[in-house]
């Protein structure tokens, strides 16, 4: 019997990271300026689950790295380049077609975004449309405030990216908080219950 999408059961748990700059961190490249925190806790959490016996990959911007290369047994798996595509037109392709093909190429078993971004609805559809689970991280108080979320979003298609992010925050299976503020204030505003 096979997995929807492919892979047969009875192999280890395969975790897969979206993460736009993750790239970066994970190689060490730092002729590339922009990753933060929530880049730094994905790599240490990915090479984590790899030394735990995991199957464990990344999904990333094209930043010129190979596709389907290994880096410190976590698989990076690439979508399109930061700046790729027809302003307006972008939005649906190479962006989202290529998130969603990546996913699909990782074949996982979990899914785990961080960050509030429209990644999150496409990860919560992905996962809903394939049987597979999601599990949101969140990286900043604001993640779970919807009346200050707008501060997040304030580039041009922000106010889309915003319901984007708010809608697939209703499609995860599980929720990561940093702090009890923030599973406070998840519960307040989203009526989900976060872990720590």
């Known amino acids: 019997m096979t997995h ?19 790239w970066p961190v994970l190689a060490g490249d730092r002729s590339i300026e922009f990753a933060g925190g929530a880049e730094l806790r994905q ?6 689950l ?11 911007l094209d930043f010129g790295q190979v596709d389907g290369g290994v880096v410190d047994g976590v698989e990076v798996l690439r979508t399109h380049r930061p ?4 302003p307006l037109l972008r939005f649906f392709y190479p962006r989202l077609s290529s998130w969603w093909a ?28 394939h049987g597979r689970r999601f599990i949101y991280s969140g990286a900043h108080d604001l993640d779970f405030q919807p009346n200050d979320a707008s501060k997040l979003f304030q580039r041009p298609g922000g106010w889309r990216d915003r319901q984007l992010y708010q809608w697939g925050l209703t499609l995860a299976d599980g929720i990561v908080a940093q702090h009890p503020g923030q ?3 998840c519960r307040r505003w989203y009526g989900r219950e976060a872990v720590e």
């Open 50 to 60: 790899v030394r735990a016996g995991y199957h464990v990959s990344v999904v990333t």
């Open 4 to 22: 929807p999408i492919g892979k047969p059961r009875g192999r280890s748990t395969h975790v897969c990271f979206l993460s736009p700059y993750l």
């Open 102 to 129: 990546a996913m699909r190429r990782a074949d996982a078993d979990i899914y785990f975004q961080s960050c509030a971004a429209h990644l999150t609805a496409v990860t919560g559809l992905f996962t809903r449309h």
């Open 183 to 185: 599973v406070a204030a």
């Open 83 to 86: 700046a790729e595509g027809v």
């Open 43 to 48: 790599s240490i959490l990915a090479r984590a």
